[in-house]
């Protein structure tokens, strides 16, 4: 029995086990003969070896350990004179009768009460990635480099937030799982307005922030070594979410975001430089790093829905990003123009056009590999052409929808995909009830469970049950009663979710952590302490399960504020022991024999446990033996070693297989559902048909 390397997707939430168990459960499952399958099964037993990884994180080789969570967590820099009552906002404001005065000093959490006069109203803040378990203990927490620490000068690698801004440091996995990405500014701590300011190589005269910052794309490894990429896009707003590409040879990163702060119509750079991106990573210092025009990957107009258009550069202010099945996928959830819905980039060409603005992707689809090919001419007219982006079918195409704020997106498996829904905003508060009203009333804010059934998504239910939507939290050391600036309390309330991930479980369950949303009296409520919260779903359940329900695992604390979750990096790359046994019913020891000149299909099971589960995988892309023989019968899940996991039951023709006469090791390889590939192999002993004598090969 061999340890091999399986690089695959994180199925479910199980502690680390020591090693000596890990080890001992191999051994057990390598003994452990199957009769209920034909005498020609073939298993495949995966067990991950978690104390492995554990103990090598312990040992000093790695920062981040597989298998916990990672928050994205920014800390307010508390001090008066961040800003100065009666000084002009936005900084260096370009066009006079816009400059207004600030009315609040730089305290916490006051200093919120700016944005009521100064719309575009922010403060730069250092990020903080915690690393905590999947219960919520705080492991560690690695402080991104910021121009608040000792030996970082203007010139050194650096990267911060705006602290209020709600929608920013999303955290995403690269689709090798050996890093994280997320997005922020190339700025100082406590620079003002900055989320709004024009980036260098495209300046909006018509924005009222006269400040330019580069935005930039962060990755961190598994050892908490930093890379920042810089880039022009996102004038005038901000980057929200990336994920780096770096699977089968690629080398790209995606992103999310707005851009534009100024007037209609907005200049060419802002239009190209808006939704979704596609970046070239880069691993030269900051200072050294000269970005160039914006490179768009998608486009989306609501003219592709038979409406007219509307502001140019406006229907692409995207924040959700994931990849899933070879398909990027977008959420537009704010902003006065286009659809709040769910997208996905077609690269085929063949689905989403200028005539056509819902559909499904091609399963054939590939990931983008290049910017979109977009005509210049005609950017004031029609905006970035081709589109080539289109609304999920079944997910909503109204304009200027009051329901539906879709932020976080995450697939379970290709017929099941959660969606995180902040909730609409509204402050109405009823000092009888003591309740935000409007947000209590919601009934598609929180977690919506989307399946796809009959060739449409359909919206199954939204868990709620534990959010309090609407129900004000304390929070220690946070001012007590009204915001005179707003006359309404300043403790916050739940008003929906934003980023999540989630995990599928043995037992067909997955388990979902999202952070969440809020509305208060705080003149700003993206400066809300807020929270994760988990809950695990019956993926199976078509109608709101009774019993299931929300429970808060991390707490955001004074002058602090939660945005992104994910697994670690290096989650999804386990060890696992590969075993094979077809002498069913014999004492025959192993290892296992069969004729590879057999013409016959057969069996062979790859064995779920609690550590691993099957149902990742995509049975599709399971190969078997040297020629890479595919399945050739409908897979199925069958108990077949009685431990009450299902297991995948695959079907495989031994001479197409490929093996040769002397071969001793079969070979099975394939992949996840998210693209993860496994393989593992396994001593055998081959027969063949004869003239050979007994079927022994020939000397």
């Not at 979704?276 to 900051?286: S, Y």
């Not at 909730?423 to 508060?429: E, M, R, V």
């Not at 779903?537 to 009774?546: K, S």
């Not at 595919?630 to 695959?650: E, K, R, T």
């Amino acid at each position: 029995m061999n340890v091999l390397k399986l690089f695959g997707a994180r199925s479910d939430t199980s502690p680390n086990l020591p090693e000596e168990t890990c080890l001992k459960t191999i051994m057990d499952i390598s003994r452990t003969t199957l009769r209920k399958l034909s005498k020609r099964l073939i298993t495949f037993s995966l067990a991950v070896l978690a104390g492995a990884a554990a103990l090598s994180a312990q040992s000093g080789s790695a920062y981040f350990v597989p298998d916990n969570l990672v928050v994205s967590r920014s800390v307010y820099n508390n001090n008066s004179t961040n800003v100065t009552v009666g000084a002009a906002l936005p900084p260096n404001c370009v066009v006079p009768i816009s400059c207004v005065l600030a009315t609040y000093n730089g305290t916490y959490p006051f200093v919120w009460n700016n944005v009521l006069t100064d719309a575009s109203f922010g403060i730069t803040s250092p990020i903080f990635l915690d690393q905590i378990s999947p219960s919520g203990t705080r492991l560690t927490s690695l402080q991104v480099p910021n121009s608040l620490q000792n030996g970082i000068t203007s010139t050194s690698d650096q990267l911060v937030t705006s602290f209020s801004s709600k929608s920013e440091i999303a955290l995403n996995l690269s689709s090798d799982h050996q890093y994280l990405t997320f997005m922020g500014y190339l700025a100082p701590v406590n620079a003002i307005d900055i989320s709004n300011s024009n980036t260098p190589g495209v300046v909006d005269p018509t924005n009222p922030v006269g400040e330019n910052a580069y935005r930039a794309v962060a990755q961190v490894d598994e050892n908490a070594n930093f890379h920042f990429t810089l880039t022009n896009a996102y004038s005038g707003n901000n980057g929200r979410a990336a994920i780096l590409n770096n699977a089968n040879g690629a080398n790209v990163i995606y992103t999310s975001g707005n851009a534009g702060n100024g007037g209609n119509p907005q200049p060419n750079g802002v239009i190209i430089g808006a939704g979704a991106q596609i970046v070239t990573p880069v691993l030269a210092a900051e200072s050294t790093q000269t970005p160039g025009t914006p490179t768009p990957l998608g486009s989306f107009n609501i003219t592709q829905l038979g409406d007219p258009v509307d502001k140019i550069g406006k229907d692409t202010n995207f924040r959700g990003l994931t990849i899933f099945n070879n398909v990027l996928y977008y959420t537009k959830g704010s902003g006065g123009n286009g659809v709040n819905t769910v997208y996905f980039v077609d690269t085929t060409g063949t689905v989403c056009t200028d005539a056509n603005g819902v559909g499904l992707p091609v399963s054939s689809a590939t990931l983008p590999a290049s910017p979109l090919a977009y005509n210049p001419a005609v950017l004031q007219t029609k905006g970035l052409d081709p589109n080539n982006m289109c609304i999920l079918s079944g997910f909503p195409t109204a304009l200027k929808s009051t329901t539906s704020f879709p932020f976080g997106v995450w697939f379970a498996d290709p017929n099941t995909l959660y969606v995180a829904d902040e909730g609409n905003g509204t402050t109405t508060y009823s000092s009888a009830s003591g309740i935000y009203t409007a947000a209590a009333a919601q009934t598609t804010a929180g977690l919506q469970k989307w399946i796809f059934t009959s060739g449409v998504w359909k919206l199954a239910y939204t868990l709620q049950a534990g959010l309090n939507l609407g129900v004000p939290y304390t929070v220690a050391s946070y001012p007590t009663g009204n915001n005179a600036a707003t006359g309404l309390p300043w403790a916050p309330a739940t008003d929906g979710l934003r980023n999540l991930t989630g995990t599928v479980n043995w037992n067909h369950t997955a388990t979902i952590y999202a952070v969440t949303s809020t509305v208060s009296g705080n003149g700003d409520t993206g400066a809300d302490p807020n929270n994760l919260v988990t809950i695990t779903d019956n993926i199976g359940a078509t109608t709101l399960p009774a019993s299931e329900s929300f429970s808060t695992i991390y707490r955001a604390g004074f002058g602090e504020v939660l945005r992104g979750v994910s697994f670690t990096p290096g989650t999804g790359t386990v060890s696992v022991a590969v075993n094979v046994d077809t002498d069913y019913g014999t004492s025959t020891p192993p290892p296992a024999t069969f004729n590879i000149d057999s013409e016959g299909a057969m069996h062979v099971a790859i064995l779920g446990s609690p550590i691993f589960n099957v149902s990742t995988i995509d049975p599709t892309t399971v190969k078997f033996g040297p020629n890479g023989a595919p399945n050739v019968s409908p897979a199925f899940f069958q108990d077949v070693n009685a431990d009450g996991i299902p297991d995948l039951v695959l079907s495989f023709v031994p001479k197409a297989a490929g093996f040769g006469c002397y071969d001793t090791v079969v070979v099975l390889s394939g992949e996840t559902y998210s693209k993860q590939p496994f393989f593992g192999t396994e001593t055998v002993q081959t027969t063949h048909t004869l003239p050979y004598p007994l079927g022994v090969c020939p000397p």
